[in-house]
Nanobody, 131 residues
Framework: QVQLAESGGGLVQPGGSLRLSCAAS????????VGWFRQAPGKEREGVSC????????NYADSVKGRFTITRDNAKNTVYLQMDSLKPEDTAVYSC????????????????????????WGQGTQVTVSS
């Protein structure tokens, strides 16, 4: 069964850090581009970060550049999102998604890919930044 499962969310104070994990089962995540998205209450889902299937390209939303880092561990079939210097406006449900095919090698180069391009989605994990 193909599945993506996020973990690592929680409550953190402003300025704190969290590391989210996106673990794949039923397929090999190494051959997929992976994106992180977030959706805050009353707002549209927005792209946060992306990593290409060959790990050559990463991209970030302007709002998180310099604070968030996306990485991949192929041995664990997992992609991570390290989130530092968290702000209250980072509060949202964070989801990961996987994108296959030839475009997975370059789709993260110029911009964050449209969510319509992704094949598989996780259920999401809540991140709350509050004092």
């Amino acid at each position: 069964q193909v599945q993506l499962a996020e973990s690592g969310g929680g409550l953190v104070q402003p300025g704190g850090s969290l590391r989210l994990s996106c673990a794949a089962s039923g397929f090999t995540l190494e051959y997929y581009a992976v994106g992180w998205f977030r959706q805050a209450p009353g707002k549209e889902r927005e792209g946060v970060s992306c990593i290409s299937s060959n790990d050559e390209h990463t991209n970030y939303a302007d709002s998180v550049k310099g604070r968030f880092t996306i990485t991949r561990d192929n041995a664990k079939n997992t992609v991570y999102l390290q989130m530092d210097s968290l702000k209250p406006e980072d509060t949202a449900v964070y989801s990961c998604a996987a994108l296959s095919g030839e475009i997975s090698e370059y789709v993260c180069y110029d911009d964050l890919p449209s969510r319509s391009l992704y094949d598989y989605w996780g259920q999401g994990t809540q991140v709350t930044v509050s004092s």
